[in-house]
């Protein structure tokens, strides 16, 4: 009833898996995660926060292998979304820092979160004894 395919199929992406290139998971989360600390990086930098700055910057550079590229590109946003947003992307990093077992980028991630929320409620922070 049917005709059976003669050619090959169109959908095939080639004969040597090889041929084009492949990451593990873990590689693909330590991409995710310098992009998620690299655009926490670029808002931090806008804040003024040098301090902060560093720890981030330090963290891309051990994920990418090279110092992130930082400018100073202004946004115009105000302080407080600039701290909510900051807010999220330090949460993003720290998901993907706990799926990936990366304990560094996780409390550095959790730390910058802890920030945020204090300049967002106006409170200082605590040290834990």
Same mark, same amino acid.
Request: no cysteine; hydrophobic share 45%.
């Given at each position: 009833?049917? @005709?059976?395919?003669?050619?090959? +199929?169109? !959908?095939?992406?080639?004969?040597?898996? #090889?041929?084009?290139? !492949?990451? +593990?998971? @873990?590689?693909?989360?330590?991409?995710?995660? /310098?992009?998620?600390?690299?655009? $926490?990086?670029?808002?931090?930098?806008?804040?003024?926060?040098?301090?902060?700055?560093?720890?981030? &910057?330090?963290?891309? =550079?051990?994920?990418?292998?090279?110092?992130?590229?930082? !400018? =100073?590109?202004?946004?115009? %946003?105000?302080?407080?979304?600039?701290?909510?947003? %900051? !807010?999220?992307?330090?949460?993003?990093? $720290?998901?993907?820092?706990?799926?990936? &077992?990366?304990?560094? /980028?996780?409390?550095?991630?959790?730390?910058?979160?802890? =920030?945020?929320?204090? %300049? $967002?409620? #106006? +409170?200082? $922070?605590?040290? %834990?004894?």
């Amino acid at each position: 009833m049917y @005709e059976p395919i003669r050619t090959k +199929s169109v !959908h095939t992406t080639a004969d040597d898996p #090889g041929a084009y290139p !492949h990451r +593990s998971r @873990e590689e693909e989360l330590d991409i995710q995660l /310098a992009g998620h600390l690299s655009a $926490l990086l670029a808002v931090t930098d806008e804040l003024g926060d040098g301090e902060g700055g560093e720890l981030i &910057a330090r963290q891309v =550079a051990r994920l990418r292998g090279a110092p992130p590229a930082r !400018h =100073a590109g202004l946004s115009g %946003a105000s302080p407080e979304a600039l701290h909510r947003k %900051a !807010h999220a992307l330090a949460g993003r990093a $720290l998901v993907v820092a706990a799926s990936r &077992a990366d304990t560094s /980028a996780a409390i550095l991630a959790a730390e910058r979160m802890d =920030a945020h929320t204090a %300049a $967002l409620t #106006g +409170s200082p $922070l605590v040290a %834990a004894p």
